[in-house]
Structures are given as structure tokens and as C-alpha cells.
């Protein structure tokens, strides 16, 4: 029969209100400010028909060449006395039409075949994609031209011969995302279920990728318009007495000099639409990534942006101190304003000590760890509050140059999958011997040796010919020694080890284990290591810290925090580490603890 453990009451943690996607594209002032041209310009164009202009066909050859301003005819007339005003307005009406139509046809089409190319593969792949090659292979502009030749001028025929042009680059952008989803985990479940090949495209492969065809939608119809324009300034688009602003561009030619203005009118309005639709699309790129939804849309600062409300001044033990973290603060903006995920953390690290910080996935561990060296992104991160100090000097104050030397230096860190932080394309030997060469001013020869050594120092084996290797050929045990190797490279006073053993099996962990206390006792390392697991904390941690929701809830040394832990939140954490022939009852006595203690009230 099973004890019934007593749950503990979660405390109502604050709503995260995500930004949606209409303010991130207008945090984006570029993007912002295209839309509001864009909107107005394709507002006016719509209103034509209501608004009081003149007839853009009428001809009077009595006020030809009339001057902007003038009276009735404030942009002037042209050579054949039509007011400039109108034929602009109309013009720019049938440019946008014909424009955003290619677009469309363009999109549709192009997305059609790379669909149907992407997931099918194979010889259907490669023929559908050797045609989409013979079209890459013209010059799309003279393309363009050859199909209105054949065509005839017109129009509706520069339409088809744009929208054609542009269909190798709808195919060849939405294939490549479609082949490589067509093979993915939920691909071969729907087939599985027993779904058709239609059915899989239309549900599975599509909702991918049409967020890539509104993108490449939204920054390709500026240049759709501009090759309209293009093939009517020849002559081979609208014909007269259709205007659109290509046509009214060719027209102003032969007048540059006597009427610049007949010719710079259009010039401009083309300008104002490619330029506006251009940064608007390059805005909705960026808002319908959904890894900008936590932050505003700028690029990440090289350091954490630092807006400290309290600046503590370091004490004795914090200038004696390897690293002495004091009421650190840590937040991330959100459309709601400031979420803090790092509250008043505070802790020493001596030289040659094992610190282990430890609590639950989402507890602020690693946020605290990435906070020492301003590694935080921002946006959306920003230290709120606290000081770091190292050497005796507050991290904070420092420039972001003095910062940049620490990190890698003084200070190293041990990420939790090398996987993904090694990369794919340069050899590990390559890699380490990049590390040594940001700090020291030695040749690539020599970083290639000392990186050979530092591998053989983490004990890989055979390490010259495993410093060729690229991070696949390596197993996950290798790969982490690597990520060691690195942190090793230039002799760093401390490093910040974030879940290094997590992803390893147990032997291997052992051994990752063994080879940092080894690393530690023979060179005075000051470790901060960052787990969920207390069989590794009272294996290599001196002291232990806990933290709950950003806030340390209980520290001291492993032996104490362990053996006797007095916070609920403490006890319940041991409780999950299985104890044979203990579990129970230890459960049992957690089971049995006050209401508030249960809900994590204070007990430390």
C-alpha cells in the first residue's frame, strides 16, 4: 500500500504577459515607420475613385508643363498638359496592384512546387529541381523581357512574366525548409496514423512552412514592384493611356533636364514604396521569430544591460573571496514590465572550494551562474541590483572590454551540452587553440601544441589524433572533457561548471567527476557547480547552496545542509534522492510537516 504524500500548495507565480507580434513589429522603429508609409501610400491608392483629382488621362495641351504649385495642379502637368497629381495617385494604384498580384502568384506557385519537391525527394525532387535550375540560370530581368517579347507588351503580360521570374525563389527557399521537415519524428507519425500524402503536406509541412513564405513574401514584393516599374520605363508594361510609375518614369526621360520634376515625382514614389515595404518585411521577419517574443527586437548586447537601483559595497569577505556574489538581481523585460528571476542571491567562493548551487529546473541557478560575467541577453535581460566581485573589483563598473578579458580568462564556464557550444564546422584542436589564442599572445602552432596538451590533461586518449576530430566523432564523455579542456585553456582562477554531467551516463559522469576534483585539488580552483542531483553535491561540493524561485532558501556546509536540512523546500528536494529501505519513512515524516511548512514557508 502506498503512502499518500501531502502536495505541497503552489504559490500563484506572476502572469508573464508575452509581447504580441503587432509591438514587437513596432518596437522595431524602422520597420514602424515603414508601415506607416506604406499604410498611408496603399490608403491614398485605394481613395482614388473619391478623392478630387483630375482626370489622369485627360490631356490639355494649352497647360503643358506647368510648374509644381501652380494653380489647380499642385505637382504640375506633364508634356501633354495631364495633371501629375492623379497620374501618381493612379499610377501608384495599378504599380501596388500588379506588384502584390506577382507577389501572390509567385508565392503560390513557387510554394507549391517546393512543397511537392521537399517531401516527395527522390528523382521527383531532383527533375522538379533541375527545372527550377534552367530558370535560376537566366538573368530573371532578361527572362522577364524574353517572356513580355513573347507575349506581347502589356500589362497583365509584365505581370506573368514577374510573377515567373520569381518562382525559382519561392521553390528553392520553401524546399529546402519542407526537405529537411519531411523527415522529422512528427512527419513519420502522421504517416504511421495512416494519413495520405496530402493530408501530411496540408497539416503537418505547410503550417511550417508558411511562416518562411509570408517572410519571403513580405521582403520580395518591394522588388516585384520595382521590376514592374522596370518593364514599363521600357515601354513593355502599362501602355498609354494607362499610367503606372514606370510608364510615367519613361515618359519623364526625355524631360530631365527642362522638367526634372515630371520624372523625380514617380522617382520618389517608387523609392518611398520599395524602401518602405523593404523594412516593414525585414520587421515582420523578426516579430514572427518566435525566440524574440521574450525581448525587444535589437541585437544582444555583448554584456548584460546593468541598471542597478542598489550597488553594495564590498566587504572584507568578498575582497578575500576567489568570487563573492552579494544581493544579486536579475530580471528579463516583458510587455508587462520587469519579471525578476534572480532575487538577492548572495554567496562567497574561497580559492580551492567546491560551491554546489542546487534546486529545481526554472529555480534561477543558471541565470545566476550566466549573471557573474554579464552573459545574460539582453534584451531581454538586465541586472537589477547587486554586485559581483572578483579580485577585489565589482564586475559591474568594469568596462566591457575589462569584462570580455575576464570571461575565458580569469573566470571560465563549463556548459551543460558541448554539443550545441562546440562547433560543428572546426576540429576540437582547432577550437581549444582558439580559446588559448583570444588571451595569449602565442602562434597558431603553438596554441595547436598546448591545446594537444590540455586534451591529454583532461585525459582523452590519443590526443593528437583526436584533436583533428569535430565534435560528432566524439562521444558525450569526450565532448565534455573538450568543453574542460577550454575552460582550462588559460589557466582560470575559477570556473562555473552549469549542469556538466547532466546529459552523461553514470560512469562516464563518475569520471567527469573524478577529473574536475583532480583538476581542483592540483590547481586551486575555485569551483561553482551548478546541479539538481545531491549524490553529486556530497560527492565534490564543500558548502551547498539552494535555491527556490531566485532566492537562495538555505546554505551552509554539505555535510550540515544535507544531514540536517532545515528548510521544507531542502527537505523535500532530499526526499526525492531514493534512500533503500528509507524512502518512506522519510517521506512519511514530510508528509507529516505543518501546512506552512509544507507550502514552503520559511524554516532556515
Same mark, same amino acid.
Given at each position: 500500500?502506498?503512502?499518500?504524500?501531502?502536495?505541497?500548495?503552489?504559490?500563484?507565480?506572476?502572469?508573464?504577459?508575452?509581447?504580441?507580434?503587432?509591438?514587437?513589429?513596432?518596437?522595431?522603429?524602422?520597420?514602424?515607420?515603414?508601415?506607416?508609409?506604406?499604410?498611408?501610400?496603399?490608403?491614398?491608392?485605394?481613395?482614388? +475613385?473619391?478623392?478630387?483629382?483630375?482626370? +489622369?488621362?485627360?490631356?490639355?495641351?494649352?497647360?503643358?508643363?506647368?510648374?509644381? @504649385?501652380?494653380?489647380?495642379?499642385?505637382?504640375?502637368?506633364?508634356?501633354?498638359?495631364?495633371?501629375?497629381?492623379?497620374?501618381?495617385?493612379?499610377?501608384?494604384?495599378?504599380?501596388?496592384?500588379?506588384?502584390?498580384?506577382?507577389?501572390?502568384?509567385?508565392?503560390?506557385?513557387?510554394?507549391?512546387?517546393?512543397?511537392?519537391?521537399?517531401? &516527395?525527394?527522390?528523382?521527383?525532387?531532383?527533375?522538379?529541381?533541375?527545372?527550377?535550375?534552367?530558370?535560376?540560370?537566366?538573368?530573371?530581368?532578361?527572362?522577364?523581357?524574353?517572356?513580355?517579347?513573347?507575349?506581347?507588351?502589356?500589362? /497583365?503580360?509584365?505581370?506573368?512574366?514577374?510573377?515567373?521570374?520569381?518562382?525559382?525563389?519561392? &521553390?528553392?527557399?520553401?524546399?529546402?525548409?519542407?526537405?529537411?521537415?519531411?523527415?522529422?519524428?512528427?512527419?513519420?507519425? =502522421?504517416?504511421?496514423?495512416?494519413?495520405?500524402?496530402?493530408?501530411?503536406?496540408?497539416?503537418?509541412?505547410?503550417?511550417?512552412?508558411?511562416?518562411?513564405?509570408?517572410?519571403?513574401?513580405?521582403?520580395?514584393?518591394?522588388?516585384?514592384?520595382?521590376?514592374?516599374?522596370?518593364?514599363?520605363?521600357?515601354?513593355?508594361?502599362?501602355?498609354?493611356?494607362?499610367?503606372?510609375?514606370?510608364?510615367? /518614369?519613361?515618359?519623364?526621360?526625355?524631360?530631365?533636364?527642362?522638367?526634372?520634376?515630371?520624372?523625380?515625382?514617380?522617382?520618389?514614389?517608387?523609392?518611398?514604396?520599395?524602401?518602405?515595404?523593404?523594412?516593414?518585411?525585414?520587421?515582420?521577419?523578426?516579430?514572427?521569430?518566435?525566440?524574440?517574443?521574450?525581448?525587444?527586437?535589437?541585437?544582444?548586447?555583448?554584456?548584460?544591460?546593468?541598471?542597478?537601483?542598489?550597488?553594495?559595497?564590498?566587504?572584507?569577505?568578498?575582497?578575500?573571496?576567489?568570487?563573492?556574489?552579494?544581493? /544579486?538581481?536579475?530580471?528579463?523585460?516583458? &510587455?508587462?514590465?520587469?519579471?525578476?528571476?534572480?532575487?538577492?542571491?548572495?554567496?562567497?567562493?574561497?580559492?580551492?572550494?567546491?560551491?554546489?548551487?542546487?534546486?529545481?529546473?526554472?529555480?534561477?541557478?543558471?541565470?545566476?551562474?550566466?549573471?557573474?560575467?554579464?552573459?545574460?541577453?539582453?534584451?531581454?535581460?538586465?541586472?537589477?541590483?547587486?554586485?559581483?566581485?572578483?579580485?577585489?573589483?565589482?564586475?559591474?563598473?568594469?568596462?566591457?572590454?575589462?569584462?570580455?578579458?575576464?570571461?575565458?580568462?580569469?573566470?571560465?564556464?563549463?556548459?551543460?551540452?558541448?554539443?550545441?557550444?562546440?562547433?560543428?564546422?572546426?576540429?576540437?584542436?582547432?577550437?581549444?587553440?582558439?580559446?588559448?589564442? &583570444?588571451?595569449?599572445?602565442?602562434?597558431?602552432?603553438?596554441?595547436?601544441?598546448?591545446?594537444?596538451?590540455?586534451?591529454?590533461?583532461?585525459?582523452?586518449?590519443?590526443?593528437?589524433?583526436?584533436?583533428?576530430?569535430?565534435?560528432?566523432?566524439?562521444?558525450?564523455?569526450?565532448?565534455?572533457?573538450?568543453?574542460?579542456?577550454?575552460?582550462?585553456?588559460?589557466? +582560470?582562477?575559477?570556473?562555473?561548471?552549469?549542469?556538466?554531467?547532466?546529459?552523461?551516463?553514470?560512469?562516464?559522469?563518475?569520471?567527469?567527476?573524478?577529473?574536475?576534483?583532480?583538476?581542483?585539488?592540483?590547481?586551486?580552483?575555485?569551483?561553482?557547480?551548478?546541479?539538481?542531483?545531491?549524490?553529486?553535491?556530497?560527492?565534490?561540493?564543500?558548502?551547498? =547552496?539552494?535555491?527556490?524561485?531566485?532566492?537562495?532558501?538555505?546554505?551552509?556546509?554539505?555535510?550540515?545542509?544535507?544531514?540536517?536540512?532545515?528548510?521544507?523546500?531542502?527537505?523535500?528536494?532530499?526526499?526525492?534522492?531514493?534512500?533503500?529501505?528509507?524512502?518512506?519513512? @522519510?517521506?512519511?515524516?514530510?508528509?507529516?510537516?505543518?501546512?506552512?511548512?509544507?507550502?514552503?514557508?520559511?524554516?532556515?
Amino acid at each position: 500500500m502506498s503512502v499518500p504524500i501531502l502536495e505541497a500548495t503552489p504559490t500563484p507565480e506572476p502572469m508573464i504577459t508575452r509581447q504580441t507580434t503587432w509591438r514587437l513589429l513596432m518596437n522595431n522603429r524602422l520597420a514602424a515607420a515603414g508601415f506607416y508609409v506604406i499604410a498611408l501610400v496603399v490608403l491614398i491608392a485605394l481613395l482614388a +475613385p473619391l478623392l478630387p483629382l483630375h482626370d +489622369p488621362d485627360v490631356t490639355d495641351p494649352a497647360d503643358r508643363l506647368l510648374p509644381v @504649385f501652380s494653380e489647380s495642379h499642385i505637382l504640375g502637368t506633364d508634356h501633354l498638359g495631364r495633371d501629375v497629381l492623379a497620374r501618381l495617385v493612379w499610377g501608384t494604384r495599378i504599380s501596388l496592384l500588379v506588384g502584390i498580384s506577382a507577389a501572390l502568384m509567385a508565392a503560390f506557385f513557387g510554394s507549391l512546387i517546393g512543397l511537392v519537391a521537399g517531401y &516527395a525527394g527522390g528523382r521527383t525532387d531532383n527533375l522538379i529541381m533541375r527545372g527550377i535550375d534552367m530558370l535560376m540560370a537566366f538573368p530573371y530581368i532578361l527572362l522577364a523581357l524574353a517572356i513580355v517579347a513573347v507575349l506581347g507588351p502589356g500589362l /497583365l503580360n509584365a505581370l506573368y512574366a514577374i510573377a515567373v521570374v520569381n518562382i525559382p525563389f519561392f &521553390a528553392r527557399n520553401v524546399r529546402g525548409i519542407a526537405l529537411g521537415l519531411s523527415h522529422r519524428e512528427f512527419v513519420d507519425a =502522421a504517416r504511421l496514423s495512416g494519413k495520405s500524402h496530402t493530408a501530411i503536406v496540408a497539416t503537418e509541412i505547410l503550417p511550417n512552412v508558411l511562416p518562411v513564405i509570408v517572410i519571403t513574401m513580405s521582403t520580395t514584393v518591394g522588388w516585384m514592384i520595382l521590376e514592374t516599374a522596370g518593364l514599363s520605363f521600357l515601354g513593355l508594361g502599362a501602355q498609354p493611356p494607362q499610367a503606372d510609375l514606370g510608364s510615367m /518614369l519613361g515618359q519623364g526621360r526625355a524631360l530631365l533636364f527642362t522638367a526634372p520634376m515630371i520624372s523625380v515625382v514617380p522617382g520618389v514614389m517608387v523609392f518611398l514604396i520599395v524602401m518602405s515595404i523593404n523594412l516593414l518585411g525585414d520587421g515582420v521577419r523578426d516579430a514572427l521569430d518566435p525566440r524574440l517574443r521574450a525581448g525587444a527586437l535589437t541585437r544582444p548586447m555583448p554584456v548584460t544591460r546593468i541598471d542597478r537601483e542598489n550597488v553594495p559595497a564590498p566587504d572584507e569577505m568578498a575582497r578575500a573571496s576567489a568570487l563573492a556574489v552579494t544581493e /544579486l538581481e536579475t530580471s528579463f523585460e516583458t &510587455a508587462g514590465g520587469r519579471e525578476p528571476a534572480v532575487k538577492g542571491v548572495s554567496f562567497s567562493l574561497r580559492k580551492g572550494e567546491c560551491l554546489g548551487l542546487v534546486g529545481e529546473s526554472g529555480s534561477g541557478k543558471s541565470v545566476t551562474a550566466l549573471s557573474v560575467l554579464g552573459l545574460v541577453a539582453s534584451p531581454p535581460g538586465v541586472i537589477t541590483g547587486g554586485a559581483v566581485t572578483i579580485e577585489g573589483r565589482d564586475v559591474f563598473s568594469l568596462r566591457e572590454t575589462e569584462i570580455g578579458s575576464l570571461r575565458g580568462g580569469k573566470v571560465a564556464y563549463i556548459f551543460q551540452d558541448p554539443l550545441t557550444t562546440l562547433h560543428p564546422l572546426f576540429t576540437v584542436g582547432e577550437q581549444v587553440a582558439e580559446a588559448i589564442r &583570444a588571451h595569449q599572445p602565442v602562434g597558431r602552432a603553438q596554441a595547436q601544441a598546448k591545446a594537444v596538451d590540455l586534451l591529454r590533461t583532461v585525459r582523452i586518449p590519443d590526443p593528437e589524433q583526436r584533436a583533428s576530430a569535430y565534435p560528432h566523432e566524439l562521444s558525450g564523455g569526450q565532448r565534455q572533457r573538450v568543453g574542460i579542456a577550454m575552460a582550462l585553456a588559460n589557466e +582560470p582562477d575559477i570556473i562555473i561548471a552549469d549542469e556538466p554531467t547532466t546529459a552523461l551516463d553514470v560512469t562516464v559522469q563518475a569520471e567527469i567527476l573524478r577529473l574536475l576534483q583532480v583538476l581542483r585539488q592540483e590547481r586551486g580552483l575555485a569551483l561553482l557547480f551548478i546541479t539538481h542531483d545531491f549524490g553529486v553535491v556530497a560527492e565534490i561540493c564543500d558548502r551547498v =547552496a539552494v535555491m527556490r524561485r531566485g532566492e537562495i532558501v538555505e546554505a551552509g556546509d554539505t555535510a550540515a545542509v544535507l544531514g540536517n536540512p532545515q528548510h521544507p523546500y531542502t527537505k523535500r528536494l532530499i526526499a526525492c534522492v531514493p534512500k533503500p529501505g528509507q524512502g518512506r519513512r @522519510f517521506l512519511e515524516a514530510i508528509r507529516r510537516l505543518p501546512a506552512e511548512e509544507a507550502a514552503g514557508g520559511s524554516g532556515s
